[in-house]
C-alpha cells in the first residue's frame, strides 16, 4: 500500500492558478493509474484528470486546456498544474493511485476560488 499526501492548494483570484502535488511513500514507477479527482460540497467526487503508466492523459471536459496532469517518477510525485481557474474549481482536490487491484487515497488538499 502506498502513502499519498497532497499539498499546494489554497485560496486563490479567478484567473490564478495553482500547481498541486502528490507526495507517495514508494516509487510510483509501476503504478497502473494514478488521478486527481475532486469533490464539491453537495456533490459526487468526479475524476478531474487521469494518468496511466503508458503517458496516456485524459480530462474532464470542464477543465480541458486549463489543467495539466503529470508524473515525475525520480520524485515519486504527482501533479496537477492549474491555470485559468474559475470559481466552479472549488473543491476538495485528492490524488488517487491504483495497481494491483488497489486503490490508495491522498487526504485531500482545499481548493477554493474567489474573489
Known amino acids: 500500500q502506498v502513502q499519498l499526501v497532497e499539498s499546494g492548494g489554497g485560496l486563490v483570484q479567478p484567473g490564478g492558478s495553482l500547481r498541486l502535488s502528490c507526495a507517495a511513500s514508494?516509487?510510483?514507477?509501476?503504478?497502473?493509474?494514478m488521478g486527481w479527482y475532486r469533490q464539491a460540497p453537495g456533490k459526487e467526487r468526479e475524476l478531474v484528470a487521469g494518468i496511466t503508466s503508458f503517458g496516456i492523459t485524459n480530462y474532464a471536459d470542464s477543465v480541458k486546456g486549463r489543467f495539466t496532469i503529470s508524473r515525475d517518477n525520480a520524485k515519486n510525485t504527482l501533479y496537477l498544474q492549474m491555470n485559468s481557474l474559475k470559481p466552479e474549481d472549488t473543491a476538495v482536490y485528492y490524488c488517487?493511485?491504483?495497481?494491483?487491484?488497489?486503490?490508495?487515497w491522498g487526504q485531500g488538499t482545499q481548493v477554493t476560488v474567489s474573489s
Open positions: 514508494r516509487s510510483i514507477f509501476g503504478i497502473n493509474f
Open positions: 488517487k493511485t491504483r495497481s494491483q487491484g488497489s486503490d490508495n
